[in-house]
Each structure stands twice: as structure tokens, then as C-alpha cells.
């Protein structure tokens, strides 16, 4: 049962444009969510987070959504550059929950 | 290095063997994680300690799978008689504290490929 979802594999995208990378949780116990960028052959690296009483957090070219009512985040990039192609996994965690619960992950691409 | 740093960074055996994976947290952190990334697969908790308390193991998928944290620093996991499932990508996490912001910090992972 997976709870925390990114249904999209992958997403291509132009630089300067704006990338959108989408995750659903079913979880309603969830109240923390964290985005984490991974390069090929280094580990993921904490990239923003945001809090259930929040429904934006904002960070340089990154901001992510929270809809808490359709159990829905999303993570904007603005403007793409080539250097944030990489694999971009959601994470979510909760009171008495022990550890963060990842989505499987959406590979970016953004050419040039 | 300020990191959290594992090794080897790449280990191949061949089926029935065992292997150990070793994690260096950073220093000064309480809470460490395992995780493995299998091939089109999200990262798949195994197992998570904490301080002194007892781990949490509800990730592990088997009986052959183990680990250990000795002075609160150091983790080694090992899996006995690998099988070509266990073949993924085996990363450990640290974090300063078990709290609501739950930043971990991780490193760069063990390939490990079972023949």
C-alpha cells in the first residue's frame, strides 16, 4: 500500500520554464512533508519542506503547495535550469509515525 | 568529512553469500536509517535507531536482513544468504534528533548486485 504517491515517472522540461512535480498521500495522519533531490550515485539531499498549517513554503527558485484537503503537494521550480535534472522524491511524515514515508520518485530532465 | 559516508560504495556477491554494509553517521547524530532503492522503486525503509531505545525493524523484508549500531555511531547491516531480490541500492540516513522537522541527511549509498 502505497501511501505516499508521485504518479509521474518522469517530466521533461525546458530551461527558464517552470517545472511542476506532483505527489498525493492517502495517509491523513501525515502533517510534515519534505522534497529531496537525488543525483545518480549520491544520496538524496533535503531540498524544502512545509508544515500541514502551512499551504505554501517558498525557497529561492522553489516553492511547494500543500491542499490538504485533496491530500495533494506539489513542488515548483521556477525557472528550470539544467542542473536540477534529477530524480525528486516526496516524503511525508506524522505524529507516531517513526520515520518519513517516500513516493517512488519523478525523474526530471531540463534541457537547454 | 562532515557527511554521512558508507561502504564499500559497490559490492557484488554472489547468491548465498553474506554481506555487511557499514554507515558512518555525522557525527553527534541520534537517529539513523536504512533504506534501500531498488531499480524503479521509491526508498524502502528497513530499519530506523534511535539513541538507546530499541530499533525500529518493521522495514526489514526478512529474517535475513539485520543490523546493528554499536556505541551510537556506527551501523553495520548485513544480509545473509543474498538473493538476486536483495540486488538495490542500500542507503543510510542520519538526523540530529527525532523531532517534528525530520531533515535527514544522506549518504551516497552501497550498490549491491547479487549474481
Known amino acids: 500500500d502505497q501511501q505516499v504517491k508521485q504518479n509521474s515517472p518522469s517530466l521533461s522540461v525546458q530551461e527558464g520554464r517552470i517545472s511542476i512535480l506532483n505527489c498525493d498521500y492517502t495517509?491523513?495522519?501525515?502533517?510534515?512533508f519534505l522534497w529531496y533531490k537525488k543525483y545518480p550515485a549520491e544520496g538524496p539531499t533535503f531540498l524544502i519542506s512545509?508544515?500541514?498549517?502551512?499551504d505554501k513554503n517558498e525557497d529561492g527558485r522553489f516553492t511547494v503547495f500543500l491542499n490538504k484537503s485533496a491530500k495533494h503537494l506539489s513542488l515548483h521550480i521556477v525557472p528550470s535550469q539544467p542542473g536540477d535534472s534529477a530524480v525528486y522524491f516526496c516524503?511525508?511524515?506524522?505524529?507516531?509515525?517513526?520515520?518519513?514515508?517516500f513516493g517512488t520518485g519523478t525523474r526530471l530532465l531540463v534541457s537547454p | 568529512g562532515a557527511g554521512v559516508s558508507q561502504s564499500p560504495s559497490n559490492k557484488v556477491t554472489e547468491k548465498g553469500k553474506d554481506v555487511e554494509l557499514r554507515c558512518d553517521p555525522i557525527?553527534?547524530?541520534?537517529?539513523l536509517y536504512w533504506y534501500r532503492q531498488s531499480l524503479g522503486q521509491g526508498l524502502e525503509f528497513l530499519i530506523y535507531?534511535?539513541?538507546?531505545?530499541?530499533?525500529?525493524k518493521s522495514g526489514l523484508p526478512s529474517d535475513r536482513f539485520s543490523a546493528e549500531r554499536t556505541g551510537g555511531s556506527v551501523s553495520t547491516l548485513t544480509i545473509q544468504r543474498t538473493q538476486q531480490e536483495d540486488s538495490a541500492v542500500y542507503l543510510c540516513?542520519?538526523?540530529?534528533?527525532?523531532?517534528?522537522?525530520?531533515?535527514?541527511?544522506f549518504g551516497p549509498g552501497t550498490r549491491l548486485t547479487v549474481l
Open positions: 535507531f534511535q539513541g538507546n531505545s530499541a530499533p525500529d
Open positions: 495517509n491523513s495522519m501525515f502533517d510534515y
Open positions: 512545509i508544515s500541514s498549517i502551512k
Open positions: 557525527s553527534g547524530h541520534t537517529a
Open positions: 540516513a542520519s538526523s540530529p534528533r527525532r523531532d517534528i522537522n525530520n531533515e535527514q541527511f
Open positions: 516524503a511525508a511524515y506524522g505524529l507516531g509515525f517513526q520515520k518519513l514515508v
